[in-house]
């Protein structure tokens, strides 16, 4: 199973961020943590929980960069998951075929019955998208939440991954990429949706969108707007005339 | 290929899934907490909760760790040790309640002044608020004071209403979205679904804050401004909207006091008061007639421009002539401001541009009809898309409440308060300020023994509404409704310690605390503030505040300085209500309640603060918490709230009232709380359509507040740009009336309270020397921590296990910092030592950091090397509570001079790098010790594994 | 890349076995006894398990280290698991073979020797296989691996030689070996570590259009498995220092020991390179950076 599948799934199931609301809430990475965490395979496990260097297993993070040009900076909060790779090289590298990419769905998965923990699919993922349990010692990863998505167990309204679930400002949409009619697919057509790392010729499947045009200045334009504009006193007696007028057409 | 794994894709989720509210924040959702085996699988969002519709934030998902923290509280405490030293025993529920009971007992026979009450982050006002009543003290408030008190009380004196958690944006309408000074805010979730759904409709948001962070990033104009300038930036605005004649002349006159004639005499005593008829109704000049009659009138069109005379031949003008004569004015042109404010003239006047382009040019109309208070009936609601939001930015500076009065008369002037796709009040507001009680516990009024003939908090309208004694002496502790802070209507929490450790107005006896790290992050000066709380008086050889009872569920700092120890259940655990008596949580479209209740079994012995209040208040013998007989009314909360009439038919719970399930008034209902676990822990009552809108002048609203129980007759009003509360405290420093301020601060009192809002720039400022103190300091809430209490969440505290300084790129290139050096940042009143990172998406003069990441060694049941300790720090240790010392020797609190807010954001500093070979955080304190009967935190944690049996069992 | 011991190790230990197996399978080696030829497979044998071994203790679950071989179609770590095994195995029958015959199967031996040198191939394309780590994403790098291999195993058979024999005959050869070896490893010095990355923060976040991108904040405070793992920094100066020994112990001094001629100094020459290629494996995983430290705020 290591290997790709020969015909890669016609449904490729994966999510679409859109950066221009993201606010970089957590509330997804949290929300994954805990969904996960009690799910079918080991727990997402922390430690040191209490106390210094603490760390753990975590499946979905928020960056945040700064993206500067000379006269403006834009903060850009930045989630970052598995993005369910059609050529992804983290499955063809696991030696146990532990790492595998769902026929039906293209879902990349860790069964970790059979992962040895050998971590050599996250040295093999670009984008840190595989973290290693620190106490069961295997690999993990978004799993989409294939556990809730076709979940009977679960209202049909909820069954999307639980970070989509829980965002809170919608910046995180859920679908079919390969359906080229899909909402999800049909938001990256209008949106210019894009690829993280197309060099590394991945093929992601999720899509980023990216921030719409902002006026983001910094300090640095006050000096070039003092020279471009020059001062209007206000007319008195224009702006009583305009009350007048104005009164008198209300009444 | 092989065959792939086959895998369970349709796991049993849980047992049973209990609908409760979170408590990880104020915000208040609802939420699913899923069961399985009596543990917590999984907590979301409830789909049908008018506050979070489903959603769940960082913190609300986490509350699976922070009901098993290590350290939760497990049995009430009794002190040993030195305070501090975090050395406790063990005692028994009936130990520690004999013991508060004597402690309380005692003073309340004697002066119950004694006793100072204050709750923190308390949800359950409407209870503390009414138990101080009945025991007497005036000595009560909740955090309000150094929250946002300036943005509720500006919200009340000049709308009836506030941002804050009480209106909102008209998400679904808005077309401009401006926000001020928000990072987070108390509407956490509704916030960010409301910018989502913005972004998803194409609307423009803009935020105005010196840091670009959050809502900040996603907005679509970012305005870089100057800290506690704000005030300047929005009389620019309004200058530019008048220059350009681009204001709502009809809704100006329709719906505030804008047309309103105010009295021209200077130096007399009715200087600036408003022009009464007999009836005392204010007056306006009539357009038409040229009569003087009262603003009740239909269809009335007033005259603003000319002055004219009353029957006595004193001079009046209208208050729309006054702002003129205010606003029109070269000072505020945006190149008068703009070096001040830092916001350049030409975006001052694009932003005018834009609100007054979207106002006008987009208005919408809703095909709803409606009837006004004065009986005119409107076949549609007209509505101008522009709404404003402002939280703590604007709040927290010493000049913040007029500031926030200057932002509410910008949505005025644009016709956007309450109408379709403006801001919008959620019910139970708008309320005028006459219709808020005023504070009660006047000096005479305090009986040994008796109850307050009042609530303890309120809304003074004049000087003879304040609480002092017969020299002018605070009544209160936290000196609240004195001349320092009139308008305090929250109280000063952050006063209380030092003024009580100063015996400043007068020593207490018990300070008794709920729900307040005020050891700690929710100080000014910290080390202080510990210092005064283990201070010991030479001649008593006992401490200096001789009580302290404290009430927490976690061992904060706080508890260590605490003499007796009540502590609570997780949130999880026990009865709560979300009152419409308290701070609500109603959508504008709909009036909403809501409870908790214990979802998960309490397996420690511990008990809800609020039964335990109640059995106090039982033992005290406190009217209205023990019958004719002395025995208990109330078993506990859960009765409390089900049985509990603050007046006939109304109660904490305004849903399935009655028999019948009646909404708003009806007799208490035994299986009340069982209906709203039935209802998904909430209820919720949609307005009628002709109510949705300018609910403050309309009489369907006004009828379905009074079926709600709200008010108990219609009481339409009109919003005061021009304050006439304000006006009287100014008459009163003029030497006007029989209660006038004390010499000391009579030219502040004077300066600060103007009728129509002026800026003023914030006090900190002024007083420390601009070139040894040149940059501004401030703090903002990280979304996925919540103040102290997140840090012993082991979930969000990878997140934000330390906090850094950011500093402007222009700051870091002065001072050659770069990303990861230690600086020393120094104030007028201490200096601390931190790591610094640099930012360029920052105001240039400004450096910030995450708000109560820095932790006490030893507190919270982390290791003393945990990151928080060793490299997360407090700005509050540089924050002090006093003003620097003034030429007179005395010194202000460090506070708005009209509500006693206090001024976190004003804070200035100076920065220089420090030795590289001498790192680590400056000051460090002693290691607190954790009470002994804590579970010893697990250095592993693996949740979920419990659930591991099952997850065997494929299906 | 953090240089974890168990896998620097692993990939010198097994490489000079292999090396060792590659002469052994081609007969090249100075069998003065047949019990020499059990000794010697004893040795080569050891040390490739040896480094097997080590390398399972980087595994979190060695229990389940047999699953390893089931992918050789596509992992190279499979593949390699896969060579090692059947290197072995052939190993112990041709010694055994030649052991019993007396005779030296000389096909059984030629197979060997291959599997040896596809063995070291396999071990070197899994790190030359991965594009997210530029370094070793380079055609040289199982070439380098190679050379090592097989100029360790010179040095190991030299030094055999100079034992079981009491003089060695094998100087040329072996320097030519050296020269030839350290030749290549320098190339690749100069060209993999200089190689202009595609991937940069830009890239890796897809806002380079927008202006360039730096990391504000990281999504956790402290340090988390994948920056212990590939976001592992060494100073320039050290590396500097390093690289110098290295090269000093693997190639000048076993150069200069060869010709020395002094007999226990050649017995020591394996040794010696085989501590500077310790060294010089310890730098290939340090200096190595993995563009996941782009979204870390590292700009390569
Ligand atoms: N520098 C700086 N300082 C600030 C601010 C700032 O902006 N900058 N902001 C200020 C503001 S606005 C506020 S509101 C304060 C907040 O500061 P605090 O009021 O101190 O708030 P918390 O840190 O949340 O602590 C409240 C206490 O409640 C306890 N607690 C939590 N849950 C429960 C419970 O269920 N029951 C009981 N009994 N106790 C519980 C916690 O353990 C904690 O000890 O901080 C203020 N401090
Ligand atoms: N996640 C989370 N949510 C919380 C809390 C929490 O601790 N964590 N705390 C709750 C509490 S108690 C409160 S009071 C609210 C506070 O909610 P907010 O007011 O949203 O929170 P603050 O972090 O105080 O944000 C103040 C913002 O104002 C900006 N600011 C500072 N000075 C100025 C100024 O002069 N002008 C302008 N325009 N902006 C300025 C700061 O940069 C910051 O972005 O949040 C509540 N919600
Ligand atoms: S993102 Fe990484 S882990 Fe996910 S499929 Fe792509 S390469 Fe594999
Ligand atoms: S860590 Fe597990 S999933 Fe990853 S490559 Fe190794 S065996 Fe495969
Ligand atoms: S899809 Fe599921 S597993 Fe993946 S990031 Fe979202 S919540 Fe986590
Ligand atoms: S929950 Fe949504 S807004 Fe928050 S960080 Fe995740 S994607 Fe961004
Ligand atoms: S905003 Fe978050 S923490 Fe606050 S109540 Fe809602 S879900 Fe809970
Ligand atoms: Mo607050």
């Known amino acids: 199973m290591t290997m790709l599948p020969e015909e890669p799934s016609a449904k490729k199931l994966g999510l679409v961020i859109d950066l221009d609301i993201c606010v970089g809430c957590h509330a997804c990475v949290v929300n994954c943590k805990e969904w996960n965490t009690g799910s079918e395979g080991a727990p997402l496990s922390d430690v040191n929980a209490y106390g210094a260097q603490q760390t753990g297993a975590w499946l979905n993070r928020i960056h945040t960069f700064e993206v500067k040009t000379d006269s403006t900076a834009q903060v850009v909060h930045f989630p970052k998951s598995c993005l369910h790779c059609t050529d992804a090289p983290c499955v063809t590298v696991c030696p146990t075929g532990a790492s595998y990419k769902r026929v039906d769905d293209g879902i990349v998965l860790v069964n970790e019955d059979h992962c040895i923990g050998c971590g050599l699919c996250a040295w093999a993922c670009p984008y840190g998208a595989r973290e290693m349990d620190p106490v069961e010692q295997v690999m993990k990863k978004c799993t989409l939440c294939v556990d809730r998505i076709y979940n009977e167990n679960l209202p049909e309204e909820d069954r999307v991954p639980a970070c989509v679930r829980t965002c809170p400002t919608g910046a995180r949409a859920f679908g079919d990429l390969g359906d080229p009619e899909s909402d999800v697919s049909q938001l990256v057509r209008d949106r210019g949706g894009f690829d993280l790392m197309p060099e590394q010729e991945t093929s992601p499947v999720n899509k980023y969108l990216p921030p719409r045009e902002k006026r983001h200045l910094i300090a640095s334009d006050r000096s070039q707007s003092e020279s471009s504009t020059e001062q209007q006193s206000p007319d008195m007696n224009g702006f009583w005339g305009w009350v007048d007028t104005t009164l008198a057409k209300l009444g | 290929m092989k065959a792939q794994p086959a895998i369970n894709t349709q796991p049993k989720v849980s047992d049973e899934v209990r609908q409760t509210t979170c408590y990880m924040c104020a915000c208040r959702c609802g939420i699913n907490v899923h069961l399985k085996d009596g543990d917590i699988r999984y907590i979301e969002g409830n789909r049908n909760h008018p506050v979070n519709q489903g959603v769940l934030c960082a913190k609300g998902s986490a509350g699976i760790m922070q009901h098993n923290s290590p350290a939760r509280l497990r049995a009430p405490l009794k002190r040993v040790g030195p305070r501090g030293s975090g050395q406790f025993e063990e005692i028994s529920w009936d130990e520690a309640l004999e013991t508060a009971t004597q402690w309380l007992g005692e003073i309340r026979q004697k002066d119950p002044r004694k006793l100072a009450f204050f709750t923190g982050r308390d949800q359950s006002q409407a209870l503390t608020g009414w138990w101080a009543q009945q025991y007497g003290t005036p000595n009560f408030a909740a955090h309000g004071g150094f929250c946002s008190v300036n943005m509720a009380a500006a919200g009340i004196y000049t709308l009836g209403g506030a941002f804050w958690e009480f209106g909102s944006p008209d998400w679904e309408l808005t077309q401009l979205f401006m926000m001020f000074g928000v990072a987070e805010d108390h509407d956490s979730n509704p916030i960010k679904m409301g910018i989502g759904r913005l972004k998803d409709r ?129 000072e505020f042109a945006p190149e008068a401001t703009e070096s001040r404010t830092g916001v350049p003239a030409s975006r001052v006047r694009q932003l005018a541009a834009e609100l007054a382009q979207v106002a006008f040019e987009q208005e919408i109309e809703i095909p709803i009809e409606w009837t006004d208070w004065k009986g005119e009936k409107h076949q549609s609601m007209k509505g101008r898309p522009v709404s404003m939001h402002a939280m703590r930015g604007i709040s927290a500076h010493s000049n913040g409440f007029q500031t926030c009065r200057a932002l509410h008369i910008l949505q005025l002037l644009l016709g956007s308060v309450d109408v379709p796709g403006g801001f919008r009040f959620k019910p139970p507001y708008p309320k005028s300020v006459e219709m808020h009680p005023k504070p009660a516990g006047h000096a005479n009024t305090i009986q040994p023994g008796q109850p307050l003939s009042g609530a303890p908090l309120g809304y003074p309208r004049s000087p003879d509404d304040l609480l002092i004694d017969d020299e002018g002496r605070p009544v209160r502790i936290d000196k609240a409704f004195s001349w320092d802070a009139p308008l305090s209507a929250h109280g000063l929490m952050h006063m209380v310690i030092s003024n009580a450790h100063a015996g400043d107005p007068y020593p207490i006896d018990v300070l008794f605390m709920y729900m307040a790290n005020m050891a700690w992050n929710s100080s000014m000066n910290s080390a202080g503030v510990i210092e005064m709380l283990t201070d010991i008086d030479a001649e008593t050889g006992d401490y200096k505040i001789p009580k302290l009872i404290y009430s927490d569920a976690y061992a904060s700092e706080m508890v260590a300085y605490a003499d007796l120890v009540l502590p609570d259940t997780t949130y999880l655990e026990r009865h709560d209500c979300i009152s419409l008596l308290d701070r609500p949580i109603c959508e504008p479209d709909a009036v909403a309640d809501a409870i908790r209740w214990p979802v998960v079994e309490l397996k420690r012995n511990v008990r809800g603060f609020q039964s335990v209040l109640l059995d106090l208040g039982a033992r005290l013998g406190l009217p209205g918490m023990v019958d004719e007989s002395g025995a208990p009314m109330y078993r506990d909360y859960a009765d409390y709230i089900m049985n509990h009439q603050r007046k006939p038919g109304v109660g904490p719970l305004a849903g399935f009232r009655g028999t019948g399930g009646e909404s708003g008034r009806g007799e208490p209902n035994a299986k009340q709380l069982d209906a709203y676990i039935e209802n998904g822990g909430f209820w919720m009552h949609e307005l009628p359509d002709a109510a949705r809108y300018y609910k403050a002048q309309n009489a369907d609203y006004q009828q379905f507040a009074v079926e709600m129980g709200f008010y108990d007759a219609p009481a339409p009003y009109v919003y005061q740009i021009y304050s006439e509360e304000l006006q009287k405290f100014r008459l009163a420093a003029e030497g006007f009336g029989s209660t006038q301020p004390p010499e000391h601060l009579r030219e502040r009192v004077h300066q600060s309270f103007t009728p129509l809002p002026e800026w003023y720039a914030p006090f900190e400022g002024e007083m420390v020397s601009e070139s040894e103190f040149p940059i501004y300091a401030l703090t903002q809430r990280p979304m996925a921590m919540y103040h102290s209490w997140g840090s012993q969440n082991p979930w969000l505290r990878q997140i934000h296990g330390h906090n850094p300084l950011f500093v402007s790129s222009e700051i870091a290139r002065q001072h050659a910092i770069t990303d990861g050096d230690w600086v020393w940042v120094r104030s007028h009143h201490g200096r601390i030592k931190v790591q610094a990172v640099v930012m360029h998406a920052l105001n240039p003069n400004t450096v910030w950091t995450w708000n109560a990441i820095g932790k006490r060694k030893g507190a919270w049941q982390l290791d003393p090397d945990a990151p928080e300790a060793t490299k997360g720090f407090l700005l509050n240790h540089l924050i002090h509570e006093l003003l620097p010392e003034r030429g007179d020797g005395l010194r202000w609190a460090n506070s708005d001079p009209i509500t006693g807010q206090a001024a976190w954001y004003d804070l200035k500093v100076s920065i220089e790098k420090a030795d590289p070979n001498d790192p680590g955080v400056y000051p460090e304190f002693p290691t607190i010790e954790a009470p002994g009967n804590l579970i010893k935190p697990a250095s592993t944690v693996t949740y979920g594994v419990q659930f591991q049996t099952k997850k065997g069992e494929r299906s | 890349m953090r240089p974890a011991w168990s896998i620097i190790v692993f990939t010198s230990l097994s490489g000079l076995g292999l090396g060792l197996l590659f002469w052994f399978g081609l007969g090249f080696v ?133 034992v079981i024999v009491g003089q060695s005959s094998l100087t040329e050869i072996t320097t030519i070996g050296l020269v030839i070896a350290f030749a290549v490893k320098l190339i690749w010095w100069k060209r993999a570590g200089n190689q202009q990355s595609e991937s940069t923060p830009e890239t890796a976040t897809g806002l380079g259009s927008l202006g360039q991108v730096d990391l504000l904040m990281s999504p956790h405070t402290e340090e988390n498995w994948l920056q212990h793992e590939m976001g592992f920094v060494v100073a320039r100066r050290h590396i500097h220092r390093l690289s110098q020994i290295a090269v000093a112990l693997a190639f000048v001094l076993p150069l200069a020991a060869l010709w020395s001629g002094v007999s226990w100094l050649i017995v020591l020459i394996p040794i010696i390179h085989f501590a500077g290629i310790l060294i010089e494996r310890w730098l290939f995983f340090a200096e190595a950076k993995h563009v996941v430290t782009l979204f870390y705020g590292e700009r390569h």
């Open chain 3, 30 to 162: 100075a069998i003065n006894d047949p019990i020499d030829v059990i000794l010697f497979t004893v040795l080569g044998v050891m040390a490739v398990s040896v480094g097997l071994m080590s390398s399972l203790l980087h595994l979190g679950h060695p229990e389940r280290a047999w699953r390893a071989l089931s992918q050789w179609r596509s992992s190279w770590l499979s593949r390699e698991g896969v060579c090692a095994v059947a290197t072995i195995l052939c190993t112990l029958i041709y010694s055994v073979v030649w052991y019993i015959d007396g005779e030296r199967p000389s096909t059984l031996g030629l197979v060997v020797a291959t599997l040896s040198l596809v063995t070291v191939w396999t071990t070197a394309m899994i790190y030359a296989s991965l594009r997210t780590v530029l370094r070793w994403y380079h055609p040289l790098t199982p070439w380098v691996y190679l050379a090592l291999s097989v100029c360790g195993g010179l040095l190991a058979l030299n030094a055999w030689e100079q």
């Open chain 2, 202 to 330: 194409g609307v423009r948001v803009i935020s105005v804050n010196p840091v670009q962070t959050g809502y900040s990033a996603v907005a679509d104009d970012w305005v870089s401004i100057t800290p506690g300038t704000d005030g300047l930036l929005i009389q620019s605005l309004i200058y530019e909207l008048l220059r350009t004649n681009q204001i709502d002349l009809d809704y100006l006159i329709r719906y505030t006091n804008a047309a309103w004639l105010v009295i021209d005499a200077p130096g007399t005593e009715k200087h600036g008061l408003f022009s009464r008829n007999a009836d005392g109704d204010p007056q306006v000049l009539c357009r038409t007639t040229g009569q003087l009659i009262s603003h009740r009138g239909r269809g009335i069109i007033p005259n603003l421009t000319d002055a004219t005379v009353d029957p006595d031949g004193v001079r009046l003008v209208s208050v729309f002539s006054l702002m003129i004569e205010a606003w029109l004015s070269e």
